[in-house]
Structure formats: C-alpha cells, structure tokens
C-alpha cells in the first residue's frame, strides 16, 4: 500500500482512486483499440467562464501499449522513440516495465521487467542518451529514495541515502535533465533538483504549497510542475519565482481549474497536461479527466485532446512530437495507451542547445 500523504484534497482523491478505487477485471475485454478514434475539439471560453466545443479539429487514433491484468502508469518514452518504460502494480508489488514499439507507437512483442523486486519500484525516467533509468523505490529499508539502473535492468544503484544528507524523508516522481547532467525530484512537497551522480546535497528550488511532477522543458533553463491544483513554470536553478501557466491569473492563457502532470513537448513550445475543467464547467461528473495541450508561453487557449468518460492521467510525448502516451482507465482497467496527434498539433524535436549549467 501506499504510504504517501498528500496534502492537497484533489491529488488525494485523484491517486486514491487511480490506485485502489477501480479493482482490474482480469480477463477483460472491449471495443478493439485498434479502431478507436476520439474527437479532437477546441474550447471556447465564453463572457461569464462557461465553455462549449468549437468546430472539429479532426479525430485522433488511439492504441492499447500495455494489456494484462496490472494497473499500468507513469509511461516514459526512450529518447530513440523504440521504447516506453511505465510502471506496473500488481499482486502488492510494482515494478518497472519496458517495451519496443514501432514508428507508430504500437508495441511489438513482449515487455521486459526492467525491475523484479517486492517492493515499490515506480516513475521511471529515461537518461538522455537512452541507456539508464532512474526511478524512486522504497526497496532499500522502505522509504521511498532514487535509484539509477542499466537500461537492461543491470546495476541498480542508490542515488542517495536520506538519513545522512539533508534529513529528507523520501524522494518521488524523478526527472532528468535534457543534458544528463541533473535530475529533479519531489521530496517534502517540494521540487528539488540533484547531480546525476548523487555526490551533493539536493538543492530546493521551490518552497511554498503543494509541488509534484516535474518535467524540464527540452533546452534545461525550465521545469514545469503540479503546484495547487495548477501548472506553473520555474527556472531550473530556482532563481526566480514560479509563473503560473494553468489556473486563475495563469500568464496569458489564464486557466483556472484543476490541472496536472504536466509533459513538455519536444520544441518546447506546448505542455500536454490533463484537467477535469470541461467537465466541471459543463456540471458533469469531475471523476473524469481529459488530455490538454497549452503553449508553453501562456499564449492562445488551451485546448483538449479527449473529451470522454474516462480518467486520463500522466501524458508522455513521443520524441518525434506527433503521438502522446498516457494511462486511462479504458477497456475495464488502467492500461497506457497511445494517442496520434493531429497535424495542427504534432511538433518538430528541439535543436535548441542545453543551456544548463553543469
């Protein structure tokens, strides 16, 4: 079980149920994922903050990327696009997954555990050049901490031990930087960040609220993050104070609702993250929750990928820019799955240097 506290009402929720609040049917079947399609629509904000659909902007395919009987999460494509690595929790253990996918993000042949232990093993994320992961664990006398492993599951290494530097009592939710040099993580509800080889103290680079999910953006200079209920962008040394991307006074785009894990596309010019604001703003049923797209610069209107009956959590771009994939709870369980993004909304990857300091 998990023994994380959140401390904000609506991520507790939202985890308490991704996790434990819809038991997997094994065996299940659906509708063939090979031929799903979801209309992909632009929002409209009206006068008085009520929203409605615009005009079609054309359908996206959808794919299944994991099956079995697991709860699936955290999807994490390899920087060559042939891979993802996601998290898989079942019979009380979790552990971490690989598998190839082709040109067109559908999976061939069998995962591989790149984990196979009894205990947590979660969030993985990809080095730059594609040949480690690093992840957080409570393998290691059952606090959650960083671990860095061979791409092919070899050499498992602690990053850091907590207990003797900084009294940190436990690490989520790892990032690395697009240079390889840095990771960030979350410890005590903040965002902090670390050299590759663990040697230094972390650094705090945000200090007020609720701060989850960091994602850099492609050149290093910024990390987006979950900060109370909305998306916000801070530079990655912490030198200045965060700007608020989605929620109320957000930059330009001005976004107010509850948003989360942000994903920072390959040219850094848009940030997929996931909102139940249409749904709440039509007075459906806020359980269900949809993939956006916002420019990374506050600018235009966000608009939404899915608009459906289902719960879609932790979007991961594709390094070519054109697909997401992302965890959902269709076809009678939590699996990842694969979505192809319209032309309007496929970028090109970054040629941008890294501009972080080592």
Known sequence: MRKRIFLQVSVTALATFLIFGCAKKKGATGQNPEKRT???????????????????????KL???????????????????????????????????????????????????????????????????????????????????????????????LLYRHQTKNGLKESFHP??????????????NNIWVIGKEGKNSPVRITSFGY???????????????????????IKADGSENPKTLTGT????????????????????????????????????????????????????KAEYLTNDRHRESFPAWSPQGDKLAFQSNRNNGFYIWGISLPANYSVAKSNVKNKIKK
Request: aromatic content about 12%.
């Open 175 to 188: 990032s690395w930087s697009p240079d390889g040099e840095i990771i960030a993580f979350v410890a005590e």
């Open 63 to 157: 794919w299944q990327i994991s099956t079995g009987s697991g709860y699936y999460s955290f999807p994490a494509w390899s920087p060559d696009g042939k891979k993802i690595a996601y998290t898989d929790y079942q019979d009380g253990k979790q552990n971490i997954l690989v598998v190839e996918v082709g040109k067109d993000g559908r999976p061939k042949g069998t995962p591989v555990n790149i984990t196979n232990s009894h205990s947590i093993d979660e969030h993985p994320s990809w080095s730059p050049d594609g040949k480690k992961l690093v992840f957080d664990s409570n393998r290691d006398g059952g606090k959650r901490e960083l671990f860095v492993i061979d791409a092919n599951g070899d050499n498992p290494k």
């Open 249 to 300: 006074g957000g930059l330009k785009s001005n976004f107010p609702g509850w948003s989360s894990f942000p994903a920072w596309s390959p040219d850094g010019k848009k940030i997929a993250f996931v909102s139940n604001r249409k749904k709440m703003l039509e007075s459906k049923e806020v359980k269900y929750y949809d993939l956006w797209i916002v420019n990374a610069d506050g600018t235009g």
């Open 38 to 60: 979801v209309e992909v629509v632009k929002r409209k904000t009206l006068n008085k903050g009520a929203e409605t659909a615009g005009k079609a902007r054309g359908t996206s």
């Open 211 to 233: 701060n989850d999910y960091p994602s850099w953006s492609p050149d290093g200079t910024q990390i987006a993050f979950y900060s109370n209920n909305a998306i916000k962008l």
